[in-house]
Structure formats: structure tokens, C-alpha cells
């Protein structure tokens, strides 16, 4: 267990940041850890904003009734509870509109059920908060260290399908193709390519290739990889280089996708009983 800070930034005017959602997030939480090219190891010292993830638990009336919280701070408009959602650049002038930047805080809260059905479907954003490394794990309660020492059982091939999705849609934006949306449009001006968005792409591959040969993450991503990651980053990789290595990392992926020993599909049976019976000691120990 991890005895750290649970206190999350204040309510905002955005639909999932009202006040009500921050206790029920605040109240309930049973993991938070740092998550983003901090826990990866691809961080550039003075350029990242700090990106957090955390698991609650949610009231019963909202599990087994019909509990809404509020959308943001309109008290008129109802919505169901699955997150509470904060950037803290959000408080600068330009509020929602504002890109963080490093010494801002993004953390995300997911109602438990909501992040377990999205880790089920092997999608490797929330999957990750099961490897973090304890000295970047800023909260975790005894459910949270129960669900990571569980991790095994979330992890399936589903994910190499996410993952390959991930990575060719980085690949394509990395050029500027189409649909390309990127926040650092000064780095394809600088270096010719998006250089954060292949490393994304590239980080992908490689992390994808792990999971399907291991059934786990190492984090952050290992020394010799790491460096690359982060030489991509600096823009001091040649852009045929690094589409060589993710078209490299693809197909391994690819191939693995259809012969690994991971499962091919996560221990639904297990994540059930484990959301039943979380709730009910957390109802238990709120009456």
C-alpha cells in the first residue's frame, strides 16, 4: 500500500469536473499513479507537463440506483459518473482552449467499473497504471494492490489490435498525413517530422512487442530503447531511421498478435468478482 496524497485539483466548468464528481473520485480512490513520458522514461528535462491516472470506487446509489452528478458546474445538467477530469492549466487565462506545458498537473480519475472495461478491451493507455513502479505510485489502498497483483489477468491479446491501431495512426501523423492532429506543430518545422509523435509511435511498438512476448510492461521503457526514445524526441534521429524502426516493430507485433502465450482474452470471470466485491467492502465501510 501507498499512504500518499488522494486531494485532487478543484471543480472546473467542464462536464467531468464538478465538485460532486471530485469527492466521489477523492472519497473512492483506490490507485493513482504517474502515468506519460515521466513514467516511460522518454520525459525532456524542462518541456513536460506531469500526467496522473488514477481508479475509484463508486457510492452505491450510483452503482445499483440512479445517482447523476453534475456536468461540471451546471447544477441543472445530470450526468452518469465515470471520471473526474482536471487540468490545471485550465485555471490560466484561455481556461479549456490552453495545451499543458511543463509544471502542469493533467489527472484523470476513472470509476472503476469504467477503467476495468476499458482494460478489457486491451487498451494500453490504462492498462499501464498496473506496472507503474512503486516509487511512482502516488496512492494505492488495499483494492488498487489486489488489481495490480492481478494485472495478468487484463492483459490478452486484445491489446496488440489496440496497440497496432495506436501506432499507425502516430505513424501517420508523425508525416503529417491525414487527420493529423498534433499540439507542437513547431517540432515538424524544426525537424521535418513530428519527432514527440514518432517517438509515441515508436514507444508503442516496442512497449506492444513486450506485452505480447511478456504478458507485462518494464517501466520505464529499458536503457538502450529509452535512449533511443528519447534521441528520437530530441530530433536527432533521421526520420527514415525511425520509420524503419517502427515498420520494424510493427511487423514483430503483428506476428506476435497470432503466436503469443498471452490469453486471448483477459479474465473476465475474475474483474467481475473483483468490482463486486470491492464496492460492497467500500459501501460497507462508508455506511
Known amino acids: 500500500m501507498v499512504a500518499g496524497d488522494r486531494t485532487l ?27 506519460g513520458s515521466g513514467v516511460h522514461g522518454t520525459a525532456i528535462s524542462g518541456q ?11 457510492p452505491q446509489s450510483f452503482v445499483t440506483g440512479l445517482a447523476r452528478v453534475p456536468s461540471g ?7 452518469r459518473f465515470e471520471q473526474y477530469e482536471r487540468h490545471t492549466v485550465w485555471d490560466q487565462p484561455g481556461g479549456l482552449a490552453n495545451r499543458s506545458d511543463a509544471g502542469d498537473l493533467d489527472v484523470i480519475v476513472y470509476a472503476a467499473r469504467k477503467w476495468c472495461r476499458l482494460a478489457v ?48 495512426a502516430q505513424r501517420a501523423a508523425m508525416t503529417g498525413g491525414v487527420g493529423t492532429h498534433t499540439n507542437r506543430p513547431e517540432l515538424a518545422a524544426r525537424h521535418g517530422y513530428y519527432t514527440k509523435v514518432a517517438m509515441h509511435a ?3 511498438g516496442l512497449q506492444g512487442v513486450e506485452l505480447m512476448t511478456e ?55 475474475w ?5 463486486h466485491r470491492s464496492h460492497v467492502a467500500y459501501w460497507d465501510r462508508t455506511r
Open 9 to 35: 485539483p478543484p471543480a472546473y466548468a467542464h462536464p467531468h469536473a464538478s465538485e460532486e464528481a471530485r469527492r466521489i473520485a477523492e472519497d473512492g480512490l483506490i490507485l493513482r499513479t504517474q502515468v
Open 48 to 58: 513536460d507537463d506531469r500526467d496522473e491516472m488514477g481508479i475509484c470506487l463508486e
Open 73 to 79: 458546474l451546471d447544477a441543472r445538467a445530470r450526468l
Open 121 to 168: 478491451s486491451g487498451n494500453p493507455t490504462v492498462l499501464l497504471v498496473l506496472f507503474v513502479p512503486d516509487e511512482e505510485v502516488v496512492f494505492r489502498d488495499e483494492a488498487g494492490a489486489e488489481l495490480v497483483a492481478n494485472a495478468h489477468r487484463f492483459v490478452s491479446r486484445l491489446a496488440a489490435g489496440r496497440i497496432l491501431g495506436y501506432l499507425r
Open 202 to 204: 515508436l514507444r508503442l
Open 215 to 269: 504478458g507485462r510492461l518494464t517501466l520505464p521503457v529499458p536503457d538502450e530503447d529509452g535512449a533511443y526514445l528519447r534521441a528520437v524526441r530530441r530530433g536527432e534521429v533521421a526520420q527514415a531511421d525511425v520509420l524503419d524502426r517502427i515498420d520494424r516493430a510493427e511487423a514483430r507485433l503483428v506476428a506476435l498478435s497470432t503466436r503469443t502465450t498471452v490469453p486471448a482474452e483477459p479474465d473476465r470471470r
Open 271 to 275: 474483474v467481475d468478482e473483483w468490482l
